[in-house]
């Protein structure tokens, strides 16, 4: 998909829930024909991403209102570290995605949990300076940290990424995104790892064949709803209010 007006290119997302078995399955069968991304390494890594809401809780609502267009902002790192850091905006329309992204420093990343928010404006980045107007006029605020492991897979035609993440959990506690202490809670069903197929223009018909659309769950389920919906007692009253109702009942 082409957006012509801004040149944003589009790519295709397709999620699945799979079990563990089925994911040794794939690999098995992926490893004649894709290769595994050489940045991560045998076992892949670990992605952590602080996720941010505007006042009305847009991203979140707006995935469960089912609006076709929508966008979220986070900031991701890789195994803890410090050597790269991104705030990123993903835009989805349907099942395409497009994504942007700004490196940012640790100091940066600090100064923004702070509500110190100036520097933005004056960034070279656009993504930065619009980040800057949700904070200020949308009060854009961290939420929910997601972590996970991820394997990705890629084949150069038509620039295919397949990842497996598992262990998904909710990060609670705190929103230093460093600190690799932190407790976390798990969202996903034992045993159940989530696919994501990614590809620009095409999908080989080699790589359609390893699906085994008959062996999977697709879902639009995020990492990020799950996420924020097992964390969401740390926020307001909800878990009170449902408390008193069962009693009322």
Known sequence: MWNK???ER???????????????????RMRHILKKDPHAGENGYTIRSLYFEDYFNSAYEEKEAGILMRKKYRIRIYNYSDRSIKLERKKKFGSYIYKESAPLTKEEFYKILNGEYEFLLTSKYPLCREFYVECIGNVMRPRTIVDYERVPWIMDEGTVRITFDSDVRAAV???????STL??????EQGKTVMEVKFTEML???VRNLLLPNAQEFTAVSKYVLCYEKSRYLHGFEYWNETQERKIL
Do not use: H
């Open 5 to 7: 007006k801004s040149k």
């Open 10 to 28: 589009f790519r295709n997302e397709w999620k699945y829930l799979i079990s563990t078995s089925e994911k040794e399955l794939l690999e098995m």
């Open 173 to 179: 506690g705190g929103y230093d995104i460093f600190d």
């Open 183 to 188: 407790p976390t809670l798990p969202v996903l």
């Open 204 to 206: 080989p018909q080699i």
